[in-house]
């Protein structure tokens, strides 16, 4: 069962990076639930390319993302995430995020 998480998990990033409309500039570490209709259940930011919208906006590695546009982390659907950060050159992609500490913040990257 564990195989087939980190196929749909790998599946979900493939289908993303793919899907991306704009350029963001970061890397996460995403982890899913179900089969059928999984749901995020972590989001982690493991890369943030300098000088990228995502470094302008204050994204750093290490935060774990709680909300992707409105959608809570754990218990997003996947589909929605993807939807959601599937954003064009120009638009907003709103990520609120919990450093190690507690601390949540808003991040608004501008996508080019």
């Known amino acids: 069962m564990n195989y087939l998480k980190h196929v749909l998990l790998l599946c979900f990033l493939q289908a993303f990076g793919v899907a991306a409309q704009g350029k963001l500039g ?32 204050g994204l750093k590695v290490g935060l774990d993302v709680i909300e992707v546009d409105g959608c809570q982390i754990p218990g997003c659907p996947a589909s929605k995430a993807k939807e959601l950060m599937d954003k064009h050159s120009g638009e907003i992609l709103p990520l609120l995020v919990k450093d190690a500490d507690g601390t949540i913040s808003l991040v608004k990257i501008e996508v080019l």
């Open 26 to 57: 970061f890397g996460a570490k995403v982890s899913v639930d179900g089969f059928f209709n999984p749901t995020v259940k972590a989001f982690k930011i493991v890369e943030v390319e300098p000088a990228s919208p995502a470094a302008k906006a």
